[in-house]
């Protein structure tokens, strides 16, 4: 766990909100999913299980893209992709 | 003031009616349920204005509770036993949070075997929770304490939520005069409710987030200051109040009775301490030096004040009415940690569980006890 400068307020109200922000949840990632963009339908499946909102529709290409920040490689998009376009990659760091 | 004669009951109903609580989420159980009725009927027949929630649990009452105060709302609500054991997982996300607000406690022995008589076993194994516990030992103290526990929890120094412990049955169920004091003073001596952080959707915040490795530790030494703080708190409400209403209870932590000269005492919380004092009297007129010792505030624990207390004492016995199975009586744990440096011969007595009865005889036998140099308590069976 990062050190942060942390603020102490009573009973551990968060005062302002958007906090989860600061929290890149990509850190915890084991597995890395990435997308074979050639093979994508582009049914969205995988971006409306993801549970970490962490997969994004590109308005313009209308192409699905995963933020790795948040992305926090519990792989069930590759289980819910349809036609088996997302691959599991074992983590470097 | 008006004079009446009511119950425990009653008392602590009309006390939380006075302090104008906005919501008062409630489940019956005996003996608490008297409490409960009275307030209903208090908000059926207009003459208070309050949200009362009928909940299907004391673990929803609890959440009602929180949710309730944290959206800015003076909340009361009671409950007993088995009641209070179903709250127990909400009851330190009360404190955690700092929520301020007055939980009547009729004290009742917890199942099993079944028993819906009095003893301690449902607040004190509830001690650890972050909650103050303040015990009371009459109607009039228990009508009192509710307007005291308000001021003292909501105090911004203090911020955490507050037990009165009263009797079961002892106490719920009894009838005593009670000064009732007038609306305007109560009024005049409780402040307008107020939050640094509410739930509000106009500016949104976070309520109870995960507190991680790096920082739950330093909430709880928040918690553990607070507590710290609440104990000068306590003392000044009570002599406050004393100047608004003419009356007092000890230093608020502590009441202590024929202390002055006393070789021997007994010590204990709520209405054994009533006993003690007649038991006393009759002793005293015998020629014997002897005195009580009713501690008012379980949580915070008066360390230094109960040091000063025993200080010219031979011996001291301590009457606990529950047991931490495998252990000892939990009042005479804290009482020896806190004299540890007195020197002091401290006999741990359990009596009272599930309703049997604390007699004079008793206390008679505890205090020849003393007398006789024993060093050790007993149970005592009436
Ligand atoms: S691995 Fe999990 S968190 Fe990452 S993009 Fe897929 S579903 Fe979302
Ligand atoms: S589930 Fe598979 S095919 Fe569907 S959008 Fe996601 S990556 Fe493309």
Known sequence: ?93 | MTKRVIEASHAIAIGAKLTRPDVIPMYPITPQTHVVEDLAQFINNGEMKCAMIDVESEHSAASAFLGSIAAGSRTFTATSSQGLLLMYEVLPIVSGMRLPGVMAVANRAVSAPISIWNDHSDAVSARDQGWIQLWVESSQEALDTVIQGVKISEDKGVMLPLMVCFDGFTLSHVFEQVDVPDQKTVDKFLPKFSLKHKLDIKNPKTFGPIGFPNSYMYFKKQQQDAMITSLDVIKKVNKDFKKSFGRSYGSGLLDLYKMGDADYAVLGMGTLCGTARVTIDKLRKQGKKVGMIKVRSLRPFPEKELQVAVKNLKALAVIDRHISLGQEGPLVTDVRSAIYCNDLTVNGYIAGLGGMDITVKLFEKVFSDLEKGKQNGSWLFD
């Open chain 1, 1 to 93: 766990m990062k050190k942060k400068k942390q603020n102490f307020e009573q009973g551990a109200v968060v005062t302002k909100p958007g906090s989860s922000k600061n929290y890149h949840t990509g850190d915890w990632r084991v597995f890395r999913p990435i997308i074979d963009q050639s093979k994508c339908i582009k049914c969205y499946q995988c971006w409306q299980v993801c549970p970490d909102a962490a997969i994004r529709i590109d308005k313009k290409t209308e192409r699905v893209e995963i933020d790795y920040d948040y992305c926090k490689g519990c792989l069930i998009c590759v289980k819910q992709c349809p036609v088996k376009c997302i691959a599991k990659e074992v983590e470097k760091k």
